[in-house]
C-alpha cells in the first residue's frame, strides 16, 4: 500500500492444520471482537452459521489479515488465487473480499455435503473432490486434524452466542 504502512506478512501453513499442533483447542482463547460486522453480514448472505465462519477464520489464520501460506493461500480465511478469482474476490488480502469470498465458498461445500458441516470443512481444507474420491474426510493428518479442531472451534464460538 502506498501509505506509508509497512506489514508484515506472515507466512505459514494453516493455523490449525499441523498434526503436531501444541495448541490446547478446547481452552485456546477465542477471537470475539474481530470482524464481526463482516462474519454477521456474510454469514447472514450465504446462509452459513457466524460460529461456523469465526472456526474457519480461527484454523485458517488465527485471525490474522496478512496470512500467506507457503502455497500461497490468501488472507483471513486462506483463500487460492485461483479459488478467490472464482469466487468474484479481486483483492484476496482485503478482508471484506476475503471474508465474503471464504463465506460464499464454505456455503458451496456446505450445499454440496449436504449441510455436514465435518465434510464442509474437510473439503474447505483439501477439496471437495478428495472428499468425493474417499467418501469421507480424506486419510491425510492434516485434514483429520483440521476437521477435528475446526469442529471444537465451532462448538466452542456457537457457545459464546
Not at 1 to 29: E, I, L
Request: hydrophobic letters at 35%; proline letters at 6%; charged letters at 20%.
Amino acid at each position: 500500500p502506498s501509505s506509508g504502512v509497512k506489514y508484515d506478512v506472515m507466512r505459514f501453513d494453516c493455523y490449525a492444520c499441523s498434526p503436531r499442533s501444541t495448541v490446547n483447542w478446547h481452552t485456546t482463547q477465542l477471537f470475539t471482537d474481530r470482524y464481526n460486522a463482516e462474519i454477521e453480514r456474510e454469514a447472514r448472505r450465504f446462509n452459513v452459521d457466524p460460529a461456523l465462519v469465526r472456526a474457519v477464520i480461527h484454523a485458517e489464520s488465527a485471525f490474522n489479515p496478512q496470512a500467506i501460506s507457503p502455497k500461497g493461500a490468501q488472507g483471513l480465511m486462506q483463500l487460492m488465487p485461483p479459488t478467490a478469482s472464482d469466487l468474484g474476490v479481486t483483492n484476496a488480502m482485503d478482508t471484506s473480499q476475503n471474508i465474503y469470498g471464504g463465506v460464499k465458498y464454505l456455503s458451496w461445500m456446505l450445499e454440496r455435503f449436504n449441510g455436514d458441516t465435518r465434510l464442509a470443512t474437510a473439503a474447505y481444507n483439501a477439496g471437495p473432490g478428495a472428499v468425493q474420491r474417499y467418501g469421507g474426510i480424506p486419510p491425510f493428518a492434516e485434514t483429520q486434524a483440521y476437521t477435528e479442531r475446526v469442529a471444537i472451534l465451532h462448538q466452542r464460538y456457537r457457545q459464546l452466542n
